[in-house]
């Protein structure tokens, strides 16, 4: 810009003299002057630090993402949880078995486990060892499930193909002795029944009572 002085008026530019009625303008825009970083009395906060006469502000670029070693969590098991599953487990793994030989005799008239005529439960002590051994199996399905929560990546993939695998040995069993079919075919249904509540059973509680099984 210029200002008059007597007649004359200086240009800023060119630091010279030139009279009045000439008109010189400057080779650059004038800049304005960006405020620092301070107060600001009108609100009361830091004012922005701004750069260049257009007023525009300067990017900060983001921090570059830093990349990490995978960290291993280590397993969780809640075992008051798994057992406390398993335990109920062993009790529906029983009355399967005491339901199912009844079933078997009221219903279909299979003597299992007793000869044809005698009681509805036929003889009292197989059922009693049926009925020890399915609670048995779930107990020891549970401790199985445990140390393979702790043990092995894949628990619950390796839990279904052993208890898989046994309940098909015991579905088996029955017909390698010399009895009746009908009397082997409903003892190899109760045990498949038996080892289908097992497995699905404990495979729920593992899976309920285990946390932090993968990879980050």
């Known amino acids: 810009m210029s200002t008059t002085m007597d007649n004359r008026y200086w240009d800023g530019d060119t630091e010279r003299m030139a009279p009045v009625g000439r008109q010189v303008r400057t080779a650059v825009p004038p ?123 894949r628990p619950l993939a390796y839990l279904g193909w052993i208890v898989g695998l046994t309940t098909a040995v015991a579905v088996v069993l029955p017909f390698l002795g010399t009895t009746a079919l009908a009397i082997t075919g409903a003892a190899a249904v109760i045990h498949l029944v038996i080892g289908l509540a097992i497995g699905t059973l404990v495979a729920g509680s593992a899976a309920s009572a285990s946390r932090g099984r993968r990879l980050h």
């Open 31 to 153: 800049q304005t002057t960006a405020p620092e970083r301070g107060y600001e009395p009108q609100r009361g906060l830091p004012a922005e630090r701004r750069y260049g006469y257009d007023g525009a502000s300067a990017a900060v670029p983001p921090a570059a993402p830093t990349h990490t070693e995978p960290v291993e969590h280590r397993p969780v098991v809640d075992a008051t949880r798994l057992w406390a599953g398993g335990l109920a487990t062993a009790v529906v793994a029983a009355l399967i078995g005491l339901v199912g030989v009844l079933v078997v005799r009221v219903a279909f008239h299979v003597a299992l486990y007793a000869p044809a005529g005698s009681a509805a439960l036929g003889s009292s002590a197989s059922v009693t060892t049926l009925c020890l051994v399915a609670a048995g199996a779930a107990l020891a399905a549970t401790g199985l499930a445990h140390l393979l929560l702790l043990s092995t990546p």
